[in-house]
């Protein structure tokens, strides 16, 4: 469903750009290009059903980025929070470590029988 979601966000984000771009706020634009009296939609109709277009697309967009963030996949691990609990739970307490001893013992008796032969 994720998926479905965002393919429709990035098609409807591709045509508002296409509209947006189509527009010229200067009353030019597409709307421009239809001045002859002949056609069936005139250079105001045109100029409204961009305007509708735009504010369409730019509310689909809206509202698929937020039925997208309800829907985004979101598996809770039983498994991975098990396996941490079971870390905790056999963690070594530091005070029960053995301790090591910490002067290097002395070898001299073994090393000074090899220097002197």
Do not use: C, H
Not at 13 to 21: E, K, M, T, W
Not at 33 to 41: A, C, I, P
């Amino acid at each position: 469903m994720y998926s479905l979601i965002s393919v429709l966000i990035i098609i409807a984000s591709a045509l508002l750009i296409l509209v947006v771009l189509v527009q010229n706020s200067k009353g030019g634009g597409l709307a421009s290009n239809f001045s002859s009296s002949s056609q069936v939609m005139g250079v105001r109709k045109t100029a409204d059903f961009l305007e509708k277009a735009t504010w369409t697309l730019a509310l689909s967009v809206l509202a698929l980025s937020l039925l997208a963030s309800v829907t985004i996949p979101r598996k809770v691990s039983i498994d991975n929070q098990s396996r941490i609990e079971n870390q905790v739970d056999n963690a070594i307490d530091p005070d029960r470590l053995p301790s090591f001893p910490t002067s290097v013992p002395e070898q001299s008796d073994m090393q000074g029988e090899n220097i002197n032969e």
